[in-house]
């Protein structure tokens, strides 16, 4: 144990936040959220020894950070949101407002502070980051409330996605040529580029049951990029959403499958091997792991672990190597760790709770982490209730683990 948080208490650590690592002129540190049992939730620090974890500091008095926070790393540290919808960036010591970030020059700061008092708190739908944007979402001192791009140069460009209101804009994906965005205008839910100052808007989607714009869209799956392409859920139809894909080479949105819906309702995708892997539901299969490559011959239901339209409810997807790993039920074992290659075979990794009729109800609790060497999840063996169980995953990479 490194430190005692809370020692009245649980302190939840990650609770909120999950931890973030960022690799700074000072070292790699690790980023959180608990609380001590005083200060009430804030943001925590650690680079791996006990003096070198603790709060960074206590923004309010009560609670700063919530299950509504979020952070992302930037500028060799870190952006979070509050409760009080405010936006702050820190390092390992001090937590500072946007526009004193160490990283810019005393001119860029005086006008980033100028530029961000016109900016208002605002629920922050959109909070990305790669290595050279910040992408947030605030409200300017007409009330509209639009996504605004902040540089590793401190340089801030606003982006009026919908000029007659409030762009509403959410789901989004960093590429190379900028900031995909899910957002309202005056065709209803679309897919828009955010890119360098312009606005480009990618999609024309349209409800073939009402006749009207869609309104859920990037709702469930959200978006991933996949090659040339952004692959989305939408709602075109007055029953489920389905997958969908935009292409930036021709210009094409194409619908990739109309006996797959519902993709990503219960757990985050992955990108690996030029395919997307998702939880989704079929009326042959019920609920299994499918994938798609962005094309419609490639889009395919990837298993079916409980035979037929029984459900296999996948919790928990993760990458290990060319490998996928998930956690699934099948119809012998309950909820179990499986893994499925890039040739698309199925196995059966590690069961906790083994024996016919037996379900360890693995992954029902927190989250899969996956590590250099360990998948850890929370299962159940049938003695002990449910805790932390992992499976050395080197198998899968021909690696060693040597003891």
């Excluded at 020059?105 to 910040?134: P, R, V, Y």
């Excluded at 609790?365 to 805790?387: C, K, L, P, W």
């Amino acid at each position: 144990m490194l430190v005692d948080i809370n020692s009245a208490g649980d302190s939840l650590p990650g609770n909120a936040l999950g931890f973030t690592s960022v690799t700074s002129q000072q070292g790699e540190f690790i980023f959180f959220d608990a609380d001590d049992g005083i200060n009430g939730r804030e943001l925590w620090v650690s680079d791996g020894t006990t003096i070198g974890t603790h709060i960074v500091q206590d923004i309010f008095s009560q609670n700063s950070i919530d299950v509504n926070s979020k952070l992302v790393p930037f500028a060799q540290g870190v952006v979070f949101t509050t409760t009080s919808n405010t936006i702050h960036w820190a390092n390992s010591t001090d937590v500072v407002e946007l526009s004193e970030i160490p990283a810019f020059d005393s001119s860029a700061q005086q006008i980033l502070n100028s530029s961000m008092s016109m900016l208002s708190a605002n629920a922050f739908s959109i909070l990305n980051s790669d290595a050279d944007n910040l992408w947030f979402i605030a409200k300017d001192s007409n009330g509209d409330v639009e996504p605004y791009q902040l540089s590793l140069s401190g340089q801030l460009t606003a982006y009026d996605v919908n000029p007659n209101g409030n762009s509403l804009a959410g789901s989004s994906e960093i590429i190379e040529q900028g900031l995909v965005v899910v957002a309202t205008a005056n065709s209803g839910r679309q897919l828009a580029l955010l890119s360098s100052g312009n606005i480009t808007w990618l999609t024309s989607l349209m409800d073939t049951t009402t006749g009207n714009w869609p309104t859920n869209v990037g709702t469930g799956l959200g978006l991933h990029s996949l090659s040339s392409k952004i692959i989305f859920d939408a709602q075109t139809t007055g029953v489920n959403p389905t997958l969908w894909s935009y292409d930036f080479n021709n210009g094409m949105t194409t619908s990739l499958s109309t006996d797959i819906v519902i993709p990503g309702e219960r757990t985050d995708a992955v990108v690996n091997g030029g395919k997307i892997f998702f939880d989704c539901v079929t009326a042959t299969f019920g609920s299994e792991l499918c994938s798609s490559d962005g094309t419609i011959d490639g889009t395919v239901v990837a298993t079916d672990l409980s035979s037929g339209v029984v459900d296999s409810d996948v919790r928990h997807i993760s990458v290990i190597g060319d490998d996928i790993v998930f956690i699934a039920s099948g119809d012998d074992s309950g909820f179990a760790l499986w893994s499925l290659d890039s040739s698309g075979q199925i196995q059966l990794q590690f069961d906790p709770y083994q024996g016919l009729g037996n379900n360890s109800d693995s992954g029902q609790y927190g989250r899969m982490i996956v590590s250099d060497t360990q998948v850890i999840f929370v299962a159940q063996d049938g003695i002990n209730g449910n805790e932390l169980f992992a499976w050395t995953h080197l198998q899968l990479t021909d690696d060693w683990l040597i003891w």
